[in-house]
């Protein structure tokens, strides 16, 4: 039996997590494409931006460059909703005639969208391409399903802990060096300062919660022969949902303001000043910048439970891929590498602030950028993924975890109480799949 391991990457290399698709739907039949055309009009979908223009004007640039190199081939792109992402690729993988050649999506949503059978096979293009061979290793992990490649990783992102400079000044304190001295500083901040959350938490802020579970040797499920069942009530995991959830009352962040708080509402309380700490992404400096804290803060790798450790980060972000049904399958091969290639990677970095999946880029990255550096550190020491099975986004979307958060820090159930209905939800969720 093997458990979802933890995927070390070299030190001096390594999001917007992709969140997750739907409840379960019926597979997808076989619209595998029968030709493959090497001219005519490719077809792209990327998600949508809050800020889109920036990335507009690199996609730009990487699909003229493609043009230029690939006469006879016009890229159309569309850039689609994030929230509705779901529904239209799924829509997408039932009607070739409309769907488009390639897609971006979000990496929790590899397993699924494999399942469905929309996405195609692309081991052997992976593997051919030189500059594959350089992918950090767990954006690699985000890509594969049973040992194959579905596409290319397009960017990578994870979280530390931003705090306020000028609060543990003012209060004479250093920051946490253990998940220990992290909460107790929440703790010492609130009581000097009420008016402050010491750190901010959420209830529904699965990915925050996450590097507590796996700091103190828990794991969301373990797998065998291809089949995942939930690990989420193990001793190890429930000693980590307790550390998290014992941040949540009248000495920190009362649960009654933050039960049903997520991830964006505790960066914007930190960015606004109503926190001292918070755990966000490399991909939410530019809120906090934009904020009233700006100049006064600074970022560490969260830490873990013993001094010099950091805690694992989920490894978030996105792919391309291609769809089975597209029938320029060679160049949307070769769009697909323009896109996702060291080039273009470091461009979005410099326009979005998107972290590459190059050892290189992110080390010319942090050159140019140092507030990269913490979140480049923390995936050094130890990144982990979701579960790789179709069942993972029907978990996330039925809100498994955050009911469980809920539940504890309301005083309904116990943390093994919680963890067990968890894992027995989550069981489910992996029978149903196969």
């Given at each position: 039996?093997?458990?979802?391991?933890?995927?070390?990457?070299?030190?001096?290399?390594?999001?917007?997590?992709?969140?997750?698709?739907?409840?379960?739907?019926?597979?997808?039949?076989?619209?595998?494409?029968?030709?493959?055309?090497?001219?005519?009009?490719?077809?792209?979908?990327?998600?949508?931006e809050?800020?889109?223009?920036?990335?507009?004007?690199?996609?730009?640039?990487?699909?003229?460059?493609?043009?230029?190199?690939?006469?006879?081939?016009?890229v159309?792109v569309?850039?689609?909703?994030?929230?509705?992402?779901?529904?239209?690729?799924?829509?997408?993988?039932?009607?070739?005639?409309?769907?488009?050649?390639?897609?971006?999506?979000?990496?929790?949503?590899?397993?699924?969208?494999?399942?469905?059978?929309?996405?195609?096979?692309?081991?052997a293009?992976?593997?051919?391409?030189?500059?594959?061979?350089?992918?950090?290793?767990?954006?690699?992990?985000?890509?594969?399903?049973?040992?194959?490649?579905?596409?290319?990783?397009?960017?990578?992102g994870?979280?530390?802990?931003?705090?306020?400079?000028?609060?543990?000044?003012?209060l004479?304190?250093?920051?946490?060096?253990?998940?220990?001295?992290l909460?107790?500083?929440?703790?010492?901040?609130?009581?000097?300062?009420?008016?402050?959350?010491?750190?901010?938490?959420?209830?529904?802020?699965?990915?925050?919660?996450?590097?507590?579970?796996?700091?103190?040797?828990?794991?969301?499920?373990?797998?065998s022969?291809?089949?995942?069942?939930?690990?989420?009530?193990?001793?190890?995991?429930?000693?980590?949902?307790?550390?998290?959830?014992?941040?949540?009352?009248?000495?920190?962040?009362?649960?009654?303001?933050?039960?049903?708080?997520?991830?964006?509402?505790?960066?914007?309380?930190?960015?606004?000043?109503?926190?001292?700490?918070?755990?966000?992404?490399?991909?939410?400096?530019?809120?906090?910048?934009?904020?009233?804290v700006?100049?006064?803060?600074a970022?560490?790798?969260?830490?873990?439970?013993?001094?010099?450790?950091?805690?694992?980060?989920?490894?978030?972000?996105?792919?391309?891929?291609?769809?089975?049904?597209?029938?320029?399958?060679?160049?949307?091969?070769?769009?697909?590498?323009?896109?996702?290639?060291?080039?273009?990677?470091?461009?979005?970095?410099?326009?979005?602030?998107?972290?590459?999946?190059?050892?290189?880029?992110?080390?010319?990255?942090?050159?140019?950028?140092?507030?990269?550096e913490?979140?480049?550190?923390?995936?050094?020491?130890?990144?982990?993924?979701?579960?790789?099975?179709?069942?993972?986004?029907?978990?996330?979307?039925?809100?498994?975890?955050?009911?469980?958060?809920?539940?504890?820090?309301?005083?309904?159930?116990?943390?093994?109480?919680?963890?067990?209905?968890?894992?027995?939800?989550?069981?489910?969720?992996?029978?149903?799949?196969?």
């Amino acid at each position: 039996m093997k458990l979802i391991s933890r995927i070390v990457v070299p030190a001096a290399a390594l999001v917007p997590a992709g969140l997750t698709a739907t409840a379960c739907a019926p597979r997808t039949s076989d619209n595998s494409a029968q030709q493959d055309d090497r001219s005519g009009t490719l077809r792209v979908w990327l998600f949508r931006e809050v800020n889109n223009k920036p990335k507009e004007q690199v996609v730009d640039a990487a699909v003229a460059a493609f043009e230029k190199s690939h006469r006879g081939a016009r890229v159309e792109v569309e850039y689609i909703p994030v929230e509705t992402r779901a529904q239209r690729i799924k829509a997408a993988f039932n009607d070739p005639s409309s769907a488009p050649d390639l897609i971006e999506y979000g990496n929790t949503d590899t397993a699924g969208y494999v399942k469905d059978g929309g996405l195609a096979d692309v081991t052997a293009e992976f593997g051919a391409w030189g500059e594959a061979a350089d992918t950090d290793p767990t954006a690699k992990q985000s890509v594969t399903v049973d040992g194959r490649i579905y596409g290319a990783p397009l960017f990578v992102g994870v979280r530390a802990l931003y705090y306020r400079t000028d609060v543990f000044e003012d209060l004479g304190i250093e920051a946490p060096r253990t998940q220990g001295e992290l909460i107790e500083t929440a703790r010492k901040i609130h009581r000097a300062k009420p008016d402050l959350y010491g750190l901010a938490v959420g209830g529904a802020y699965t990915y925050g919660a996450m590097p507590f579970i796996w700091s103190h040797g828990g794991e969301l499920a373990e797998e065998s022969g291809g089949s995942h069942r939930a690990t989420i009530d193990s001793a190890a995991a429930r000693k980590g949902i307790e550390a998290y959830t014992s941040l949540f009352g009248d000495d920190n962040c009362p649960a009654a303001e933050c039960a049903s708080t997520g991830g964006n509402a505790t960066v914007t309380a930190f960015a606004s000043g109503k926190a001292a700490m918070a755990i966000g992404g490399d991909f939410s400096h530019r809120a906090v910048e934009a904020g009233t804290v700006k100049g006064k803060y600074a970022v560490i790798p969260l830490p873990g439970v013993r001094a010099g450790e950091i805690a694992p980060a989920f490894a978030g972000g996105n792919n391309l891929g291609i769809l089975k049904s597209s029938s320029h399958r060679t160049l949307a091969v070769d769009l697909m590498k323009q896109l996702a290639g060291r080039e273009t990677q470091g461009r979005f970095f410099d326009a979005m602030g998107f972290l590459p999946t190059y050892t290189d880029v992110r080390t010319e990255a942090a050159k140019k950028q140092p507030f990269v550096e913490p979140f480049i550190e923390t995936l050094g020491a130890g990144a982990e993924f979701v579960p790789a099975s179709p069942a993972w986004g029907r978990i996330d979307a039925s809100l498994v975890l955050p009911t469980m958060f809920q539940e504890i820090v309301s005083g309904k159930k116990d943390v093994a109480a919680a963890a067990g209905d968890a894992a027995r939800k989550m069981d489910a969720a992996f029978a149903d799949e196969g």
